[in-house]
């Protein structure tokens, strides 16, 4: 069975913090992984990882994949009380299929 | 703007009734996907389609359908709701990659 385990599940920062969200994964057929943003409403799109060791990167936030140990982190730098929300990471299996699995997610509260 | 839209947003019904959730995008996506998130359990798929007239089961796919007339839209159709249903539905589409673009949910209570 395809597994997509997020870690921690909830996690409470200062502002100014970094952090460090993980993603790891038992699957066939790996293709992509993406991880998404949810705060009090619909997922927004952050970054989609496909190759090893190739970090991608939008401001604060920056994240890699690991192929051979089967993992991705996020990491958030300088963290703001806007970047409290909800992290899905989500793994494409099949190619050409487009569907996604998801893990649980991993609840990020900054505080002042 | 080019969009995905969900209606209702909110719905209460009762045990057995059919309820039917709307999807529309206007971005011209063939992929749709419905989707509920539970605590506990994440975002599961429920149903997907890649183009008019095909439909696919997800993960979580009894006592749920969808049809796909056009491009536009995916309705999701609860046959006889249950408790079990109270969810957050959440529609989402792509265009040929695998970065999906989500509507804003429908809260479904099921009475």
């Known amino acids: 069975e395809d597994k997509v385990v997020q870690s921690p599940l909830s996690l409470v920062v200062h502002e100014g913090d970094t952090v460090t969200l993980n993603c790891s994964y038992e699957?066939?057929?790996?293709?992509?992984l993406l991880w998404y943003k949810q705060e009090k409403k619909a997922p927004t799109f952050l970054f989609m990882l496909?190759?090893?060791?190739i970090e991608k990167k939008s401001g604060r936030l920056s994240s890699i994949l690991d192929k051979k140990e089967l993992f991705s982190i996020l990491n958030i730098t300088a963290t703001q009380t806007g970047d409290s929300a909800i992290y899905l990471c989500a793994v494409g299996l099949v190619a050409g299929s487009y569907q996604l699995t998801f893990g649980k997610g991993t609840k990020l509260s900054v505080i002042p | 703007d080019a969009e995905i839209t969900q209606s209702p947003r909110h719905k209460i019904t009762e045990t057995g009734r059919q309820v039917t959730l709307a999807c529309h995008q206007t971005w011209n996506h063939n992929n749709m996907f419905w989707y509920r998130q539970d605590l506990g359990h994440g975002l599961r798929l429920i149903h997907y389609s890649y183009g008019v007239q095909d439909t696919n089961k997800g993960e979580v796919s009894d006592g749920y359908s969808v049809s796909r007339s056009n491009t536009e839209d995916l309705p999701l159709t609860l046959e006889s709701a249950a408790s079990s249903q109270t969810s957050v539905y959440f529609c989402a589409s792509s265009a040929t990659g695998w970065e999906q673009y989500f509507g804003p949910g429908t809260r479904l209570t099921v009475t």
């Open positions: 496909t190759s090893s060791g």
């Open positions: 699957v066939t057929n790996f293709r992509s």
